[in-house]
């Protein structure tokens, strides 16, 4: 919904991975990333939907494009290819669950931030989300960060979350997008795909607290 709501130019396709980090980020050619552990801790759909416009907004804009030399897009659009293929366990085990992309691939410049954050807030109105959303988690990832250190992955940590990026796209919330009579906040179906993942992961303490 969020993808056909936005200006990206390519199909998407959205990966869960099996990490306790707060993590989720897009590599050119509409591959989605999104760690377990960021669908857990978000209360709410919107949340997500909030992280996930930002991710594709980065796509739309080419941000990663723009930003990676030929060699790392030629190694990076290996991945989605062995995750096809059935090779995401092996390539898990190589890259130690952590994904060995260069962080300066990632590191978006401030410029590109805001764009994300602009373009993201309006595919999260038009998908009928509230996106005032979008703001409240990024303000809980930023307490999160400063009360837990580590709990964001590295990569989701080279976003930085600032009280002027935090406030900026308030603003902008209230200047571009008219107030609606009703917006999508939550869903049973989300809050039964989140206790389905912390179940899992209770089983997978215990199995291995039991070896």
């Known amino acids: 919904n969020l993808v056909r709501n936005s200006d990206a130019k390519v199909p998407f396709t959205f990966q869960v991975v099996d990490n306790d980090a707060v993590n989720a980020f897009a590599l050119p050619g509409g591959f989605i990333f999104v760690n377990t552990g960021l669908l857990t801790k978000a209360q709410t759909e919107s949340e997500v939907a909030g992280v996930l416009a930002h991710e594709i907004a980065h796509v739309a804009a ?25 090779g995401w366990t092996g390539f898990g085990i190589q890259q130690a669950a952590a994904f060995a992309i260069p ?18 807030v309006q595919y999260l109105y ?7 959303a979008f703001v409240d988690f990024f303000e809980k990832l930023q ?10 992955a590295s990569v989701f940590r080279s976003h930085p979350l600032t009280d002027d990026r935090i406030e900026t796209t ?6 571009v997008l008219p107030d609606k009579a009703e917006y999508i906040v939550d869903r049973s179906e989300f809050q ?3 206790e389905r993942f912390i179940a899992l992961a209770r089983l997978e303490k215990e199995d291995a607290g039991s070896k």
């Open 170 to 175: 308030q603003k902008e919330i209230e200047r």
């Open 103 to 120: 962080i300066t691939f990632l590191a978006f410049s401030k410029g590109m931030e805001a764009e994300a954050d602009y373009l993201g």
């Open 143 to 152: 307490t999160m960060e400063k009360t837990k250190p580590g709990a964001l």
């Open 126 to 132: 038009k998908a009928g989300y509230d996106p005032v």
């Open 62 to 86: 080419r941000h990663g494009t723009r930003q990676a030399t030929r060699g790392q897009i030629a190694n990076l659009g290996m991945i989605p290819l062995m995750i096809l293929t059935g």
């Open 192 to 194: 039964d795909v989140k």
